[in-house]
């Protein structure tokens, strides 16, 4: 065993080198490795045909110029990029995120992250990430249009229903996938609804794939606690971001009798005791598009804004890190611990630091990995292209239905797994594991690919 774990460490190494420059790729790749020992050392052809070199070898990486003008007429500059790391399972699929922050290395986090997630998902998904270093906030809807066409003319002819499948993520939601869809339809002369998911209702898209990340983490987080003989009702919960993850988890939380007493945004952080106003929080953030410190504002006695709060010393029972990458570290979970909080759950993508993780399964807190916890996005993603494929749209119920089962079936997937692997309860190991094996059984079964 440990002369495999070193095995993994040589190839861990040659993995940074070859990468260099790009920490959260690093960070994504470490993570699933660390969970990898065991499998490796009882399926040899997996080390023995590089299944994890391979997997950490994106199929097809896309680096393009997105020039664009602003409402005054400047020329304006971004980088786009796609990572189709893998379609061992199906199409490459995976979300855009428009941000500043978006380079190469974190696009490629992302990507690998989504093929295990989607192998998880247990549907026909290989997986992909995208993006752009393009900031939304503070643009027109036409400087928008504008961008997101540019960035259509170019990644148009990498994409299609049966090949790559982009949808949103930080930055994309439903408007910007109808000015990306419409140039698609333009360029190509065909309505092909399933080459994009997350698209409105009315032009194509699913019912419930707004709602479903956040719907699916606490239908996760439910399982889990179910797994402990508990359930949400009267819980005290935080949720960290405001953003569309964020939003229906808090809605879910809240439809399941818990309390969500905080919330977040890049300016800071609103505390609301008595638990946030659903109607109000969704007013300012999905209609109006504004900040939690209008929400706060628009409370007033009841709510507290701080600037440069720290969302996670607010004490809770139940904490959903639901913003973005590294936002929960070693200290912050630390203070989570000694405020007595028993459940973490990762609505977003890796918010939890390795540290961090690290302490809260050693205080024995229950935590549920992005990679199985976040899942339900892109399994609805999944649910929309079958309908896409039959023509067909599905009620409300029937989505939800689908996609709570398909929660519960992960949820199962990596509590067994963790279980058959010796570490109960360990959704880390679970999850990785898990998905890792459906993708390189895959692999080895399409050949040298
Ligand atoms: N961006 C989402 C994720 O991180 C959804 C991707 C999709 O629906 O394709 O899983």
Partial sequence: MPILDEKVD?????????????????????????SLGAVLAKESRLAR????????????????????????????????????????????????RFHPSVNLGIVKFLGFTQVFKNALTGMPIGGAKGGA????????????????????????????????VPAGDIGVGERELGYLFGQYKRITNRYESGVLTGKGPAWGGSLVRKEATGFGAVFFAERMLEARGQTLDGKTCVVSGSGNVAL???????????????????????????????????????????????????????????????????????AMPCATQNEL????????????????????????TPEGVARLLEAGVAFGPGKAANAGGVATSALEMQQNASRDSWSFEHTEGRLAAIMGNIHR?????????????????????????????????????
């Fill in 133 to 164: 270093d393009f900031d939304p906030k503070g643009k027109s809807d036409g400087e928008v249009m504008r961008f997101c066409q540019s960035f259509m003319t170019e990644l148009y002819r990498h994409l299609g229903e049966h090949t790559d």
């Fill in 10 to 34: 040589l190839l861990y190494d040659a993995i940074v080198r070859r990468n260099p420059g790009e920490p959260e790729f690093h960070q994504a790749v470490h993570g699933v490795l660390d």
């Fill in 248 to 318: 229906h988890a808090i809605q879910k939380l809240h439809d399941r009798g818990a309390r969500v007493v905080a919330c977040s945004d890049s300016d800071g952080v609103v505390h609301d005791r008595d638990g946030l106003d659903l109607a109000l929080l969704f007013q300012v953030k999905e209609d109006e598009r504004g900040r939690v410190s209008d929400y706060a504002e628009r409370r007033g006695e009841r709510a507290r804004f701080t600037r440069s709060g720290d969302v996670w010393s607010i004490p809770c029972d139940i």
């Fill in 413 to 449: 997937t990596c509590f067994e797994t963790a279980e058959a692997l010796g570490v109960p309860g360990n959704y880390v190991v679970g999850a990785n594991v898990a998905g890792f094996l459906r993708v390189a059984r895959a692999m080895l079964a399409l050949g040298v690919i």
């Fill in 49 to 96: 045909d590089r299944m994890i070199e391979r997997l950490c070898e994106p199929e097809r990486q896309i680096i393009f110029r997105v020039p664009w003008q602003n409402d005054r007429g400047e020329v304006q500059l971004n980088r786009g990029f796609q990572v189709e790391f893998s379609s061992a399972l199906g199409p490459y699929k995976g979300g855009l």
């Fill in 329 to 352: 570290n070693a200290r912050d979970a630390a203070t989570l611990i000694q405020n007595g909080c028993a459940l973490v759950v990762e609505g977003a993508n890796m918010p939890v």
